[in-house]
């Protein structure tokens, strides 16, 4: 059993920043792969960054450049900083972790934090 729990979601204008936390606890496969997820209402959950215990990141194509993903394997939390933000990027964020090697184990998730970008 793996609980995460989510920090640092908000209300901010278009252009502005959000740092997002992820704090994981229980029984945690290593190595393993974190990231974080986000849902709007009506759409389906998408990939926005994942990064492995070794350090390597990837993101989604709609965040490259503006968003860096980072992790801290001592307290098993990784984290989203979110510059330059849009108002398409409204949405749910949940965080993620997996076994890196198993394919088939799609992992545990966090409850969510709300990112809201408006005038």
């Known amino acids: 059993q793996v609980q995460l729990v989510e920090s640092g979601g908000g209300l901010v204008q278009p252009g502005g920043s959000l740092r997002l936390s992820c704090v994981a606890s229980?029984?945690?496969?290593?190595?393993?792969?974190m990231g974080w997820y986000r849902q709007a209402p009506g759409h389906q959950r998408e990939l926005v960054a994942t990064?492995?215990?070794?350090?390597?990141?990837d993101y989604a194509d709609s965040v490259k450049g503006r968003f860096t993903i980072s992790r801290d394997n001592a307290k098993n939390a990784v984290y989203l900083q979110m510059n330059s933000l849009k108002p398409e990027d409204t949405a749910v964020y949940y965080c993620n972790v997996r076994p890196l090697y198993n394919i088939l184990n799609r992992g545990s998730w966090g409850q969510g934090t709300q990112v809201t970008v408006s005038s």
């Open positions: 229980g029984n945690i496969f290593s190595p393993n792969v």
């Open positions: 990064i492995t215990s070794g350090g390597a990141p």
